[in-house]
């Protein structure tokens, strides 16, 4: 079994017959019963994981978009079958039904290969505050892995999962990302549903991502990113207007950057800077100050009260069963008064319009995930104040709310790896994404810990337009295979890339094609000689390479043909056969598949 995990890695394997779902997911399971027993809380019994495979007789990648994907769940996160615990025995119940987003994605046809090791009541950025243990770093277990999703973190990393599910309040879904060499996604808050998960601070919580590449962060986020009524905090997915390519990347003054006496990580962050301005991109200095000082509000206002509103009754009846350093935290909840929250707001409010600045300036900003990495020693004896430095650049986030991707960047001298991320307004997902994936391509590292194993041989980094002379092609696409619907994961895993956002000519009728079997309901053009008119139209670029095997998943009466854009321009994209007229649905009135979709659903 090759050691490399990611989504399209294993897809691949499976349409060709080179391996099993059942191969796969047997292999990682037992690879985690002899790797270290601190990742996770619970694991998966032999029936339970032949239960879900069971469910994918019949199926394909075709059908089920992440069909035999191993993943990983942290322990704040309810999964049916497992308990949760939230790294807290006492509190240890057994949910009724799956989260929101696990239910999605076990529809999706991924495999949960467990609950992972948290810090207790995802409470710190360090991965030590747990009594199930402490879960190794994946390169060095002298160093703390990072937190609170720690488990989450290690299991990909260390190839036991292909992707896995965090939490972030404060950064607990990038800062194991930076310590373990992933990619780790932190949506716009709201955009993936909190039913079923342990709450932190709710009104800032977010369910995160980590995967070995950001088209694999991006499937699952487009899979999960689905609106939840039953969350009062969910938001619809939105999507931010795309900026001119290449895009305007802000860093923080240099006086605003510490590295907490890490020159090595000073060095990376000036290597990532380098890396972008050698990618075309446009480098822009800007003030970080109103970000930096809204950090400060998570730990030193109100906000912490929220993490104690959560667990106020186990707090009064049960204190022993927290962690002195955990309790310690939570109890600072109980001190403030409400004229103090109004004011933090009020302070926030302030910040939230002066920040708003930047984001006339540049498209996206590029920070170090966290400035530097300590030991466990270092941790033990200072464990409050280094939790507090490394949230320096991570703090402000869901406070702001900003969405943001964290990525790889290099390695120091000790050999630990060590990232940066990007960041962007509220429903800048695709953006930050896309920014991740060039970056990752650009700087060619390798994937987790994974590849450190495949005799030297590094292995592939994250499908990107971004290398220069790659030949492209562009695609127009109307229905679902647009941004954030429920096909266009086929456009991501190949690394395509948004040109722009336009109308065909008024020459085309418009058709509702139902869904079939696990195929979803989708729309087909024709043209006609008169009676038409514009449609939505999405431009995507894709690599020349990937089109063949892109084309293969389209099934009947679509094809590719030629479409007329409204500048009477023609590209490239999917075309009805004339037989849908005579048996489907036309939607011509809507002229926007988005729009029907507002409309109907």
């Given at each position: ?200 601070c709710r009104s800032l919580d977010c369910v995160s991502i980590f995967a070995l590449t950001a088209a694999d962060a991006s499937r699952v986020f487009n899979l999960t990113a689905l609106f939840d009524p039953a969350d009062g905090y969910a938001r619809k997915r ?364």
């Open positions: 079994m090759t050691q490399d995990l990611s989504i399209s890695t294993l897809l691949e394997a499976y349409r060709s017959g080179q391996t099993t779902p059942e191969k796969v997911i047997f292999a990682a399971w037992n690879r985690a019963a002899e790797d270290d027993p601190a990742i996770w809380i619970n694991r998966p019994s032999e029936a339970q994981l032949r239960g879900w495979i069971a469910n994918l007789d019949g199926e394909s990648p075709e059908t089920k978009p992440l069909f035999g994907i191993p993943f990983a769940i942290k322990d704040n996160i309810d999964c049916e079958g497992f308990p949760t615990t939230a790294a807290c025995p006492a509190w240890e119940y057994a949910p009724e039904k799956s989260s929101f987003v696990v239910d999605l994605l076990i529809q999706a046809g991924a495999i949960p290969m467990g609950k992972t090791n948290l810090d207790q009541f995802a409470t710190g950025l360090v991965g030590v505050r747990s009594p199930y243990g402490v879960p190794e770093n994946s390169f060095d277990a002298d160093y703390i892995p990072g937190g609170s999703s720690s488990g989450s973190a290690v299991a990909v990393a260390k190839g036991l999962c292909s992707f896995s599910l965090g939490t972030d309040t404060a950064g607990s879904g990038r800062v194991p990302a930076s310590f373990n060499n992933l990619v780790g996604l932190k949506p716009t808050r709201g955009v993936l549903s909190c039913s079923g998960v342990v709450p932190a939105c999507l931010l207007r795309e900026p001119a390519w290449p895009p305007r990347i802000g860093i923080p003054r240099l006086d605003q950057l510490d590295f907490f006496g890490n020159e090595e990580a000073q060095r990376l962050f000036e290597v990532a800077t380098q890396t972008v301005t050698e990618m075309g991109w446009q480098i822009v200095e800007i003030d970080i100050s109103p970000f930096l000082d809204a950090a400060r509000l998570l730990y030193e206002g109100p906000w912490v009260a929220e993490r104690t509103s959560v667990i106020s009754e186990l707090l009064s009846e049960n204190p022993d069963a927290l962690l002195p350093v955990t309790r310690t935290i939570i109890e600072g909840g109980l001190k403030g008064t409400a004229v103090e929250a109004f004011k933090a707001q009020y302070r926030l409010a302030d910040l939230k319009r002066v920040s708003e600045i930047t984001w006339t300036e540049v498209d996206a900003l590029l920070m170090p995930t966290a400035g530097t990495i300590y030991t466990l020693a270092e941790v033990e004896a200072e464990p409050i104040k280094l939790n507090s430095n490394l949230g320096r650049y991570t703090n402000f986030m869901n406070l702001l709310d900003l969405c943001g991707c964290a990525v790889p960047a290099g390695f120091l001298g000790s050999g630990l790896p060590w990232g940066v991320t990007f960041y962007a307004p509220a429903c800048g997902d695709a953006l930050v994404l896309d920014c991740a994936a060039h970056f990752h391509s650009a700087s060619n590292l390798p994937l987790g810990k994974t590849s450190l194993f495949s005799n030297g041989a590094p292995l592939p980094t994250a499908p990107s337009p971004a290398k220069i002379g790659t030949a492209m092609m562009q695609i127009a696409v109307c229905g679902a295979h647009m941004e954030g619907l429920t096909l266009h994961w086929q456009l991501r895993e190949r690394g395509a890339r948004l040109v722009k956002r336009t109308q065909s000519a008024p020459n085309y009728r418009f058709y509702l094609l139902p869904s079939k079997g696990h195929i979803p309901a989708r729309p087909g053009m024709i043209r006609v000689a008169e009676g038409g008119v514009s449609i939505g139209l999405e431009i995507w670029e894709i690599p020349q390479s990937t089109v063949g095997s892109f084309l293969e998943g389209i099934g009947s009466p679509l094809g590719l043909g030629k479409v007329e854009l409204s500048d009477g321009s023609y590209v490239c994209g999917f075309i009805g056969e004339g037989i849908i007229q005579d048996t489907a649905l036309d939607i011509t009135s809507y002229g926007d598949w988005r729009k029907w979709l507002e409309t109907t659903q």
